[in-house]
Structures are given as C-alpha cells and as structure tokens.
C-alpha cells in the first residue's frame, strides 16, 4: 500500500523559507519511473501543480513558483522535500504531495495534505 | 498559456446523471484524468487516461473526451458523490508540465 505524509511548519512569516517533508511507504523514491509532485490549494480555491520530482532526480516546477521552489529526494529516508523563498500570505494554503506511478500523467495516491498559513 | 475550463457549479437530483465538463482547446488530442475532493480531504482519482476507472472507483463513472470537450459522467448520483471534481491534463509541450481545471462543485439536491 503506497502512502504519502506530509509534514512541517504550520505557520511561517512572510519573506520567510517553507521547507516541507513528504515520507513515502510502500514505494522506493528511486524506483525507475516514477514520480512525487507537490500541489497546493489556497482556501477555497483550486488544486495548483508546483512541481515534481523524478525517480532519477530529475525535476521539473511550474513557471509561477519556479524561481522559488526546489524540490529534492533523500533516498535513504525515503522522502521528497520542497523548499519555498520569500513565502508571501498569498502562499496560504494546503500543500499536498502526491505520487505519479511508473510512466503515467496522474497522481494515483496523495497525502493528507498540510496546511501552512503565512502570516506576521 | 493553455486554460482548462470547468462550470463553478452542477447541481442534480439524486438518482439522476451529472455531466461534468472541462474544456480546452484541442483537449481531445491530450489525455485528461478526474479527481474528487471532498471536504477537508485530499483528492481520490476517479478517471485516467480519459476513460479508465481506478480499483475501487464505481462503474457509475465513467468519461470521455473529444474535441475540446472532456466530460465526467456520474449515473445515479448518490448524496456521498457531492464533492469538487478537477480535471488534469500532463503535457510537456504545455508552459505548466501538469495543469489543473478549476474545479466544479457537484452538488446533490
């Protein structure tokens, strides 16, 4: 069974850097083919895809955060970690990481998501 | 840079079928994916590649896509189907490598 668990700061200040974790079971970060992506959804709002990380630590960010984010692997723990600068309030929301299987163009299992809320 | 499009808002009557709709240009040359998301959880993919149903999901999901048109179709819809359903499309030769509709709230009258 693949699961995923998001974990961090729940609260950070602006200008401040998010560093979150996500801890994968059931599945190897560095199994060929797959993926771990990061997606956030301020308050009410829609799913936003941040970026994503492959198996062989290729990686790829969507241009709105691109020159904020970085996602990294830790393969001995088995986890994805992302990295947001300059957090803004408009950065508010649930950060979810997600798994892509081998080769395919969705996310089949998704963590529970964390809230962070940016605020002074 | 390319837009999937969703109604805000499908309201239908238990029993009945709702259509959910996610336009884009030329989606029908792209393969989209569905995802529910109830409140305060994380979303379950309902639909894959356009048409397949994931272990678990209902037959009575079902989708398609043609032209600039992808449709989630839920027959018999049943109180616990109300919920946000997004559509997803990956494509590298998009500006984003993964894009998100914006979401439509089912609601169940």
């Known amino acids: 069974q693949i699961t995923l668990k998001e974990s961090g700061p729940t609260l950070v200040k602006p200008t401040q850097t998010l560093r979150l974790t996500c801890t994968l079971s059931?599945?190897?970060?560095?199994?060929?083919?797959?993926?771990v992506g990061w997606i956030r959804q301020p308050p009410g709002k829609a799913l936003e895809w941040l970026g994503l990380i492959y198996w062989d630590d290729d990686k790829r960010y969507s241009p709105s955060v691109q020159s904020r984010l970085t996602i990294t692997m830790d393969t001995a723990n088995n986890q994805v970690v992302v990295t947001l600068t300059d957090m803004d309030p408009v950065d508010t929301g649930t950060y979810f990481c997600?798994?892509?299987?081998?080769?395919?163009?969705?996310?089949?299992?998704w963590g529970q998501g964390t809230l962070v809320t940016v605020s002074s | 840079s390319y837009v999937l499009a969703q109604p805000p808002s499908v309201s239908v009557a238990p029993g009945e079928t709702a259509g959910i709709t996610c336009g884009g240009k030329n989606i029908g040359g792209k393969i989209v994916h569905w995802y529910q998301q109830k409140p305060g959880q994380a979303p379950v993919l309902v639909i894959y590649y356009d048409s397949d149903r994931p272990s678990g999901i209902p037959e009575r999901f079902s989708g398609s896509n043609s032209g600039n048109t992808a449709t989630l179709t839920i027959s018999r819809v049943e109180a616990g189907d109300e919920a946000d359903y997004y559509c997803q499309v990956w494509d590298s030769g998009l500006t984003h490598l993964v894009l998100f509709g914006g979401g439509t709230k089912l609601t169940v009258l």
């Open positions: 997600a798994f892509r299987p081998a080769d395919g163009t969705y996310f089949d299992s």
């Open positions: 059931g599945f190897s970060v560095s199994s060929r083919g797959v993926a």
